[in-house]
């Protein structure tokens, strides 16, 4: 069946399965759910992280994600991350901060009734995202050509590492192995290539995906017509290091490891106060002069290997040495009030726990409680969006799904009774 596009247009003013999302207790304001995309259905054919993390983004934004999971298994984050409470009950944390907020189908596409299921959900959706090896939708029955005949409208986003097509397309991939070769891992670290803290390229192919899925949605309520996404990690991560890929690509020199320095300017890094760290970036000649009028340091004004960014930067090390005597006067909390207030950029070097709790965090209200839907009901913490939307910021409707937790409401919605949903379950298609 063809959806004509008069049905199509129903996002636009259709309310979300998922209403306008259930309001989480935080200690600041108010967060909910943006309706950017209410009514907008996403299929998360997706595992692990950057699939997940692109439609988490996309719910907070108010769509309602329904994530395909295998019958008895699910996605293997349910098993990962280091709280054993959690991964007992198959929601380890890895999974509850990339899936909050959707809403779980168990389904088996190898079995004829489960692909059938899948079509109907096809016919259904806004949105398909899937990151599977390239070719293994395909080979299941739902290959680009028949999921666009399904549904006209549709538009599929298909994450992988290396790309649907290339030398390198069927290849297995996590981050660490994209951050080898997107070249990441060579510009990272001092003497030696350093791995980012973070799966960096999980992400960047994440927000990427999502992005991407914005600009279909948009085209497809223009013109009815769908789009079919190839997205890689590989490509998103080298896209996002174009400030240096630049220098290579345009002046011909070699992107190298530069520690915590800013190669661009001088000085510009990490420098040591009296008790610990802090970051300074002067990228103009105001600053510069700023930066050493609060050190008490404006002799290095006159100094002729300081005169000019050029010689800064040829200096650095020297230069560096006489600012890191200067700041051992004061501490890096009161360095960074004082250069704040001469439009200095400066900052502590913070860990993760001390990032959270700090006060901008707070009153943006990033982090958010949820009340797992778990014996004793337990309380965790997850991140929201780096979005506001009218002065609001965003967190998920709901706690994440136990497996399968949705599958008989969802075929109901698809129009299936409750004894063919028991024939389903009989022959293991869902």
């Known amino acids: 069946m063809h959806v004509e596009w008069s049905d199509r247009t129903r996002w636009w003013s259709r309310e979300s399965p998922r209403g306008s999302g259930e309001l989480l207790r935080n200690c600041s304001k108010e967060r909910t759910v943006a309706d950017l995309l209410s009514g907008i259905r996403v299929l ?25 999971e295998v019958p008895l298994v699910g996605d293997m984050a349910r098993e990962f991350g280091e709280n054993e409470t959690l991964r007992a009950a198959h929601m380890g944390p890895s999974f509850v901060a990339q899936n909050s907020g959707k809403r779980s189908v168990t389904l088996n596409l190898k079995d004829a009734e489960g692909a059938l299921v899948f079509e109907r959900l096809l016919k259904s959706a806004d949105v398909l995202l899937e990151n599977m090896r390239p070719g293994v939708l395909a080979r299941l ?38 951050q080898g070769f997107s070249g990441i891992a060579s510009v990272t670290g001092s003497s030696e290539p350093v791995r980012v803290g973070f799966p960096v ?70 420098f040591q106060a009296s008790d610990g760290p802090i970051n300074i970036a ?40 006489e600012i890191d005597s200067a700041l051992q ?20 070097l913070l860990n993760v726990e001390q990032a959270l709790n700090q006060d901008q965090i707070r ?34 409707s709901s706690s994440p799904p136990r497996l399968g937790q949705h599958t008989e409401e969802i075929l109901i919605e698809l129009g299936y009774s409750a004894e063919d949903i028991a024939a389903l379950r009989e022959r293991q298609a869902i």
């Open 44 to 68: 998360d054919l997706t595992t692990v992280l950057a699939g997940p993390f692109a439609a988490y983004h996309l719910g907070l934004m108010g769509a309602d994600v329904i994530k395909i």
């Open 363 to 396: 009153e943006r209200g990033l982090v958010h409680d949820l009340v797992m839907d778990l014996p004793g009901q337990p309380v965790v913490q997850v991140l929201g969006s780096g979005v506001h939307v009218d002065g609001e910021t965003l967190a998920p």
């Open 141 to 178: 029955g739902f290959s680009p050509e028949r999921i666009a005949d399904i549904n006209p409208c549709i538009v599929y986003c298909a994450l992988s590492g290396f790309g649907q097509t290339g030398p390198l397309s069927s290849r297995p991939a996590y981050d660490q192995i994209i």
């Open 282 to 321: 002067t990228n103009t000649e105001v600053q510069f002069g700023a930066l050493c009028t609060v050190i008490d340091r404006r002799d290095l004004l006159e100094d002729p290997r300081f005169v000019t960014r050029s010689e800064r930067k040829k200096f650095r090390r020297e230069l560096s040495a």
């Open 201 to 270: 390229c999980d992400t960047m192919g994440g927000y990427v995906a999502a992005m991407a899925i914005n600009a279909g949605l948009v085209k497809s309520s223009r013109t009815g017509r769908g789009s079919y996404l190839d997205v890689s990690m590989l490509e998103s991560a080298l896209t996002a290091m174009s400030w240096i890929i630049s220098e290579h690509l345009i002046s011909n020199r070699p992107a190298m490891r530069h520690g915590n320095d800013n190669a661009a300017s001088s000085p510009s890094g990490t």
């Open 329 to 348: 006067a004061r501490s890096a909390e009161q360095w960074e009030e004082l250069l704040a207030e001469v439009s200095v950029p400066a900052g502590r």
